[in-house]
């Protein structure tokens, strides 16, 4: 694995903005990561995950504020071999073998993996020989991954690298993320699979409208959102008298069975109990990252000023 400065944060953003004519990708991003974590980087389309991680590998310059990737510019830690990224949008060569593309990609880096283990590493040893343009979605999501680990990067960025894989190969992709980091490798993922980031990540940044709106583990994004889930069968229940009780924020009814989000789970079990005496089988959760990542969303498009007319 490339050195890296032990004292240096692994991706330090400050102030990051970036405009595209009259919209404003990413407003103000202040973000920093520790050598070693596993980061998830969440956040509905538009909200400006692909537009910062752009600017942190030297794709895209910011309108104001900085990067560093470990002390150094992304130009730089990129010239040097310090970040492996996997893009959506990377395009293979279509008349090399996979082999051949890992190996040329090697050969830009001073101290790459032999091109056998960066292929054994992601999976795709069985695909060496294949011409990329035989590949299917998730074959070539293996063999970016393959090109993302061949400069023995101290830091992996992933721009939705599970997409197009099917489930076995999902967790054999996180399988060898896992052995990876164990080995002290930073990681910032960008996906809209909420399973992926709850299991995998040490730590959930969530944006919407080019701005964070949370960052911790899944468990503090989880409070940050606040409230819990209710579940319960009430006999006789309507859904709008449900939704009356004190606090409720969601409800769902099926076949006499309430499911209700609750900003105080307290106050409103009280009141169902009082409302509804034949409640039964009743559960009380804690909000699941989904919940959280939707209720922070909506709270954050709430807040947004309205644009001038």
């Given amino acids: 694995m490339s050195e890296t400065n032990p004292t240096a944060a692994a991706v330090a953003l400050s102030g990051l903005r970036k405009r595209y004519g009259a919209v404003t990708a990413v407003d103000g991003v202040d973000l920093e990561i520790r050598p070693g974590e596993v980061v998830a980087l969440l956040g509905p389309n538009g909200a400006g995950k692909s537009t910062t991680i752009d600017m942190i590998l030297g794709l895209s310059a910011p309108d104001a504020g900085t990067a560093r990737v470990f002390g150094r510019t992304p130009a730089e830690a990129v010239r040097e071999g ?3 990224a996997m893009l ?3 395009t293979l060569l279509d008349d090399l073998t996979v082999a051949e ?6 050969s830009l880096h001073r101290h790459p993996l032999p091109v056998e283990r960066a292929l054994q590493r992601a999976g795709a040893q069985d695909l060496a020989a294949r011409r990329a343009n035989r590949l299917s979605g998730g074959q070539a999501q293996r063999v970016r991954f393959a090109i993302a680990l061949v400069s023995d990067p101290a830091l992996l960025v992933l721009d939705e690298p599970t997409a197009a894989m099917d489930p076995a190969t999902r967790r054999d992709f996180w399988k060898a993320m896992y052995e990876d980091t164990a080995a002290g490798r930073t990681v910032l993922f960008a996906t809209h699979y909420l399973e992926e980031a709850e299991e995998y990540a040490d730590r959930v940044v ?9 960052d911790g583990t899944v468990a503090e994004v989880r409070a940050a ?12 229940a309507a859904e709008a008298d449900l ?8 409800c769902d009814l099926r076949e006499g069975r309430a499911e209700l989000a609750s900003a105080d789970s307290d106050a409103t ?15 009380i959760a804690a909000a699941g990252l989904e919940s959280a990542f939707l209720t922070l969303t909506d709270q954050t498009r709430d807040d947004e000023p309205e644009p001038a007319r």
């Fill in 243 to 250: 939704r009356a009780l004190p606090h409720v924020t969601g």
């Fill in 101 to 106: 593309t890992v190996r040329l990609v090697a």
């Fill in 82 to 84: 310090r970040i492996g």
């Fill in 269 to 283: 079990l009280r009141a169902l109990l009082a409302r509804f005496p034949a409640a039964r089988d009743i559960e």
């Fill in 206 to 214: 969530l944006m919407t409208g080019g701005r964070i709106a949370a």
């Fill in 225 to 236: 959102a606040g409230g819990r889930t209710i579940r319960a069968a009430v006999p006789g």
């Fill in 88 to 90: 959506q949008n990377g």
